[in-house]
């Protein structure tokens, strides 16, 4: 069965902090999927992963996938308010695109 | 460009009532997609498509039909709605399978 796991699902940080979020996947996949959503939005493609051991960066986020162990983090570096919001991870296998449940990520002042 | 547009933005309907969520995009994008996204689950994918007239099913299929006559549009029907159809759905898409997806913002569907 393919699955898709997120922890934690809820994250309150203050700001200036760091934290990664973490998300396993059970197929064989080599791409991984980052998205940002909003409260009452839609969803915001942040990061696509190709390979093992990709790492892409875009302002205090980045993203990593590492294949073989079938996990990807998304590290969060000095947090800042803007950044409160859900964060899901997706995975493909085929053409069968499957989500994480979500991080819901609160940053205090 | 638009991107991708869906509609209606909200609608209520009875048990047992037929409709279709409209999505389209103007991107020329192979690949498309309708999501239903339920509290604490995330998304679930209903149906796909890879390309016009190719469609299939996804994770949570039952209850919705789906069509792709042209690259552009990829209608939602509900055959006959039920309670557990009430959610919040979302159609994508993307230039290819695995590409990363744009998506619409969604219709909040209701059935009492």
């Known amino acids: 069965e393919l699955k898709v796991e997120q922890n934690p699902l809820f994250l309150s940080m203050q700001e200036g902090k760091n934290y990664t979020i973490y998300c396993n996947y059970s197929?064989?996949?080599?791409?991984l999927y980052w998205y940002r959503q909003d409260p009452g939005k839609s969803l915001e493609s942040l990061f696509v992963l190709l390979s093992n051991g990709a790492v892409k960066q875009e302002g205090r986020l980045m993203a990593s996938l590492d294949t073989k162990a079938r996990l990807s983090t998304l590290h969060i570096t000095a947090a800042v308010h803007d950044l409160s919001a859900t964060y899901f991870c997706a995975d493909m296998a085929g053409n069968d695109m499957r989500f994480g449940a979500g991080t819901r990520l609160t940053v205090k002042p | 460009n638009a991107g991708v547009t869906q509609t209606p933005k909200f609608q209520v309907l009875k048990t047992g009532q037929s409709m279709t969520l409209q999505c389209a995009q103007d991107?020329?994008?192979?690949?498309m997609s309708w999501y239903r996204q339920d509290p604490g689950m995330g998304l679930r994918l209903i149906h796909y498509?890879?390309?016009?007239?190719?469609?299939d099913q996804g994770e949570v299929p039952n209850g919705y039909n789906v069509s792709r006559s042209t690259t552009e549009d990829f209608p939602l029907r509900l055959l006959s709605a039920a309670p557990s159809q009430t959610s919040v759905y979302f159609c994508?898409?993307?230039?290819?399978?695995?590409?990363?997806?744009?998506f619409g913002p969604g219709t909040r569907l209701t059935v009492t």
């Open positions: 991107m020329n994008h192979e690949y």
């Open positions: 994508a898409s993307s230039y290819s399978t695995g590409a990363e997806q744009y």
């Open positions: 498509s890879v390309g016009a007239g190719i469609t």
């Open positions: 197929t064989t996949s080599d791409r």
